[in-house]
């Protein structure tokens, strides 16, 4: 596969490491009430869809971005590629305008 | 018995002879040979064994389909099995041997099996070797593996280079038949970047096999003149002799080209096979098409081929395979076989046509609809049996079959990503369908254009469009004519009441398995594919899959797409593993990290031990030491009485600077270190999310905004991305910046109480290192030797008076070369990593064994660490109901009753009255060592409660081996509990 790096343009999947389902940068609150049990869910509970998914790549072997990679998982077709670290910065404002 | 079956013309080249042996004996052939086509011209028919049966089979097609002539190349350590004569390319020298058969190919005693072939049906293992269940792996499998198999290998080393390399490319076409060579011409005209890849070493496909392929100039004489002109344009790159065996994501694809497997032994330092990895913007398959068999009885004996395959020995490779050949055929495209043989002079006793209106044949008789019925000739054809349409039966005399049943768009590359065929009733075969790999089309005879006309212009027709979705403007290559009429062809699948009638060759399905398949409900072709072994062949079925479909289709009576279809997937042919494997062989496997002192070490005899990809000391051996516990104990001794002096440069270094790296530092480890001073290093551990232990290491605080970060060895890159995880992901806000800096330090501990004085010999005058300026846990950056920047760290992981020390890189080596000179007078020691872990268990510091990913903070004693003040990776997690229980493991020492008792590291542990089992279970053993301080056996390992047990006795059990031991639990710090050594 090759992946189109915001920054770096496209680069092969081999450089890459792959962790898994972007709802990870969703760590939940550590001291709201329910908090280990949004943890648990947080760590043990994953969507596996056949078709659309975020997913976090880490470039490894490059410039070392953390990257969300929306990707169909049945085609392999990557449909978006942004920086993790813009995707929880807007998370993060997103929770604070609540 | 040799007969000379080489006819006139051919793409051959009669002035380089070349010798070559096959079985033992002597032949010759010539330039632009096969192994194949050389055999028939020296009237060699049999060239192997059947799989199951070890019927005496000889080439079926001349092609990489082939299922039959598969044959090992060469010997020694460059034997190569299972090749496929038809593609082997011939040079001097070569050396071929027959294979699955014993003693000799013309005597084969496993031949036998053949006479049982009523017993060895379909699904016969699976039937048969049931019962007594014991007996499968003592006796029914390691006979069967002996039976099976193809080739062999010697087992010896490869002596040759394999490499691996990346292309890129407009337009990648695969296949320099007519429409290949249309497409290339095309696109090399207009400029755009162009790959053309063939597997055959003569570009052209059927061109070249053909007579009369194209009207105003031969097909061999057009591709000459197009070869000459793509080679002379610098934006294509020709590849012969290159199999694109893969289409994998995003337009790459995988291909291996044989650099020097037409070469007795490769160029010097030139590989035999490269891997490419093509990055292609637009890929056209043009793989042309495969011809189908058709079955009757007896239809794979040696002599009987496929119509275009005897056409082509004829044409490209002036070669025959006897010099009477009968043609079976369902097409008119069959007759040309007949027309060609004749004009060689071959004699064709008739043409057998299953269709009642058949178009006669000048020079020959057509029977018409007429079958074969059956065949005669152990070793090779005499006979066939032809069913004629009046319904007598004659026999006509020959010795060799064409046979066709039409051909099969080569649909390989068109599947490799869930490409779907789909049925084609005007060419009764299957075409690609939906679902092609992304940037792949498809042209010529692959897309179901099956005349040479067609071929040429859709391939020049699929360049321009191709070129002009990458908005390249191109206008079709100007094209010879071909006047080839669509191929009349009504279908035939297998003669009616064949039973040993060969559909897959290779594995010896016939249409018998098919049926008794039906008969057993196994009618799905995914079940009937794994049920009779059809298509799992090293061919992957190309010549037989179609036909299994089609006998299933009549059983079930449904229509063949109603039955199924069928799906290749990569690779297209067989790799071989040393291709795929490249450069990344031997000690090149995976790359080998030395650390600055490596070459040092070497010096003082060190044995090394892998730790990673790292090569690490691991004891050194003085003069007289014959055993490792000697030097150990004595390294141990050493540095505990004077100094020793250990590389620790595998440790990952982390440097973590900016305004929020204090914070950061806080989200990452369990304990605190936003209050740490400058000048102050602090023992940090790391939880995962679940709340078990995931490293542990050292911060050093060396500015307001700079720390460094130490890791295990081999957590080193693992923990590095999950720093990066969380400073990226979890805190984006954060002003701190992370960089792995292990490899730009070399890093050195200086343990045991004369540690100071030795380090005060090379530290720079300035910096006073007393014990109330650098305490324990102080750190700061020096400089040493006269100026040279240098990082020292206060810690210890031996428990003795230790520092570490850091200085760039490159001289690491100077520094250890320096501080062994400086130690001279201490009698200063280098240890290895053996000292190093007896030291750390005496010590009571947990390490790998006791972080095993099954263990909390609490089971490792260092519950209280984690803050509950402060938010960290893992801290909520780790306080779950289960990781707390009262009982929970603790991590303790243990000490054997018995002085002389041996402690068994991963043995576990049992009350001392109780049964011995695994619920009763207690604990285990982590890490274990004999003390040479203690003059003992210690280790270190988790029991239940085990806090609250000091004093107890356990029995620690080893069942395997069976050991064992009365052990008392101890405190973890078997050394200097109280921590005044350190401090000192």
């Avoid at chain 1, 090759?2 to 770096?8: F, G, S, W």
């Avoid at chain 2, 093509?278 to 068999?293: D, F, H, N, Q, W």
């Avoid at chain 2, 500015?703 to 693992?718: G, I, M, Y």
Wanted: proline residues 5%; hydrophobic residues 40%; charged residues 20%.
């Amino acid at each position: 596969m090759i992946i189109n790096h915001p920054l770096l343009g496209p680069r092969d999947a081999q450089e890459f490491t792959y962790l898994g389902d972007a709802t990870l940068i969703n760590r939940p609150d550590w001291q709201s009430d329910n908090a280990a049990q949004a943890f648990h869910d947080y760590l043990y509970l994953r969507d596996n869809p056949a078709g659309e998914h975020r997913e976090l790549w880490f470039h490894e072997q490059g410039d070392r971005s953390w990257l969300v990679v929306t990707r169909n998982t049945v085609t392999h077709e990557i449909l978006s590629v942004e920086m993790a670290r813009d995707v929880a910065k807007a998370a993060a404002a997103e929770r604070s305008a609540q | 018995m040799t007969r000379n079956n080489r006819l006139k013309g051919g793409l051959i080249n009669r002035d380089t002879s070349l010798n070559f042996t096959f079985d033992g004996n002597s032949y010759s052939g010539f330039e632009g040979d096969t192994l194949a086509s050389a055999l028939l011209a020296n009237g060699v028919r049999l060239m192997g064994r059947s799989f199951k049966y070890h019927r005496p089979r000889g080439p079926l097609t001349a092609g990489s389909e082939e299922p039959n002539a598969l044959v090992e190349l060469r010997s020694g350590g460059r034997q190569e099995p299972n090749t496929r004569a038809t593609v082997a390319e011939l040079y001097d020298g070569l050396d071929a041997k027959s294979q699955n058969r014993w003693p000799s190919l013309e005597r084969d005693v496993m031949a036998i099996n053949d006479r049982f072939s009523n017993f060895l049906t379909a699904g016969f293992y699976y039937k048969t070797f049931m019962w007594p269940k014991a007996f499968w792996e003592k006796l029914y499998e390691p006979i069967i593996r002996k039976a099976a198999g193809l080739g062999s290998l010697t087992g010896e080393d490869d002596p040759d280079l394999y490499d691996k390399g990346f292309l890129h490319c407009d337009l990648l076409v695969i296949g320099a038949g007519p429409a290949g060579l249309a497409a290339a011409l095309t696109a090399g005209r207009a400029g755009a970047q162009v790959i053309l890849a063939d597997e055959d070493f003569h570009l052209g496909g059927r061109l070249i096999a053909e007579t009369g392929a194209l009207t105003d100039i031969s097909g061999a004489d057009w591709v000459t003149q197009a070869q000459a002109e793509l080679a002379s344009m610098d934006n294509v790159r020709l590849m012969p002799r290159t199999t694109v065996f893969g289409a994998y994501d995003h337009g790459i694809y995988g291909a291996v080209e044989r650099n020097a497997d037409h070469l007795a032994v490769p160029t010097e330092g030139k590989p035999r096979q490269t891997v490419w990895r093509i990055y292609s913007k637009r890929a056209l398959v043009a793989t042309g098409a495969i011809e189908r068999p058709i079955a009757f009885e007896n239809n794979d004996r040696p002599g009987i081929m496929l119509a275009g395959a005897v056409r082509a020995y004829a044409n490209r490779w002036a070669a025959t395979p006897a010099q009477s050949v009968v043609v079976f055929a369902n097409n008119d495209d069959a007759h040309q076989t007949a027309r060609d043989l004749m004009a060689q002079g071959i004699k064709v006793p008739a043409i057998v046509d299953t269709r009642a209106d058949a178009p006669d044949v000048e020079g020959t008789e057509v029977l018409k609809g007429a079958e074969i019925i059956n065949t005669s000739g152990r070793l090779g054809l005499t006979s066939v049996q032809v069913q004629l349409a009046e319904g007598y039966t004659r026999d006509l005399y020959c010795e060799a079959l064409a046979m066709s049943g039409g051909w099969n768009p080569n649909l390989g590359l068109t599947c490799h990503q869930r490409g779907r065929p789909i049925w084609n009733a005007d060419i009764h075969a299957f075409v690609p369908g939906d679902g092609l790999p992304v940037g792949q089309i498809v042209a010529g005879a692959a897309n179901g254009e099956m005349t040479t006309d067609a071929a040429l212009k859709s391939g020049a027709a699929a360049a321009v469009s191709a070129l002009d979705d990458l908005g390249i403007p191109a206008t079709q290559a100007e094209l010879p004519t071909a006047k080839d009429a669509p191929v009349s062809l009504s279908p035939f699948w297998h003669v009616k009441g064949a039973k040993r009638a060969w559909l897959d060759y290779q594995n010896d399905v016939t249409v018998k398995d098919v049926k008794l398949a039906h008969q057993e409900n196994f009618i799905s072709v995914e079940h009937l594919k794994r049920y009779t072994t059809l298509g799992m062949a090293t061919d992957q079925g190309k010549t037989s899959n179609i036909g299994a479909l089609a006998v299933m289709a009549e059983l079930t009576g449904k229509s063949i797409p109603e039955t199924g279809s069928t799906i290749f997937r990569p690779p297209y042919t067989p790799v071989s593993m040393g291709a795929l494997a490249g450069r990344a062989v031997g000690r090149d496997f995976h790359p080998t990290r030395l650390t600055p002192s490596h070459k040092w070490a070497e010096e003082q005899d060190a044995v090394f031990v892998e730790v990673g990809n790292w090569m690490r000391a691991q004891w050194f051996p003085r003069k007289g030491e014959i055993h490792w516990r000697q030097s150990v104990d004595r390294e141990v001794l050493q540095t505990r009485s004077s100094v020793g002096v250990c590389d620790v440069t595998t440790l990952g270094k982390i440097d973590v600077q900016g305004a929020n790296a204090a914070a950061f530092l806080n989200k990452i480890y369990a304990n605190g270190f936003a209050k740490l001073p400058v000048g102050k290093v602090r023992y940090g551990l790391m939880l995962r999310e679940d709340g078990v232990a995931y490293d542990d290491g050292t911060a050093a605080r060396l500015a307001e905004d700079h720390f460094v970060v130490t890791t295990t060895t081999a957590n080193a890159v693992l923990v590095y991305r999950n720093m990066e995880f969380v400073r990226q992901c979890l805190c984006p806000e954060m002003d701190v910046q992370l960089i792995s800096t292990t490899e730009a330090w070399a890093q050195y501990a200086v343990a045991g109480p004369n540690s100071r004085k030795l380090l005060q010999k090379i530290v720079d005058p300035e910096f006073d290192l007393s014990n109330e300026v650098f305490p324990f846990m102080a750190c700061g950056e020096i400089t040493v030797c006269g100026g040279l920047r240098a990082r020292l760290f206060r810690i210890s992981f031996s428990g003795e008076l230790a520092y570490e020390i850091a200085v760039p890189t490159r001289y690491g080596d100077a520094l250890m070369r320096k501080l062994m000179e400086a130690g001279e007078e201490f009698d200063a020691v280098p240890y290895g990593t053996e000292a190093l872990g007896v030291m750390r268990i005496e010590k009571g510091h947990a390490a790998g064994n006791e972080l095993n990913g099954t263990t909390s903070a609490l089971n490792l004693g260092l519950g209280r660490m984690v803050s509950t003040k402060k938010d960290c990776i893992g801290n909520v997690l780790s306080r779950r109901e289960g990781m707390n229980t009262p009982d929970a493991l603790a991590l303790v020492g243990l000490k054997p009753v018995d002085a002389k008792d041996a402690v068994p590291a991963g043995g576990h542990l049992m009350n001392k009255d109780g049964p011995i089992d695994a619920a009763h279970d207690q604990g285990y053993v982590t890490s274990a060592a004999y003390s040479p301080i203690l003059n003992s056996s210690i280790g270190l390992g988790f029991v239940k409660g085990g806090f609250d047990r000091k004093g107890e006795h356990l029995r620690l059990v080893n069942p395997l081996e069976g050991q064992e031991v009365l052990v008392e639990i101890v405190s973890a710090h078997f050394v200097d509990p109280e921590g005044e050594k350190l401090r000192a």
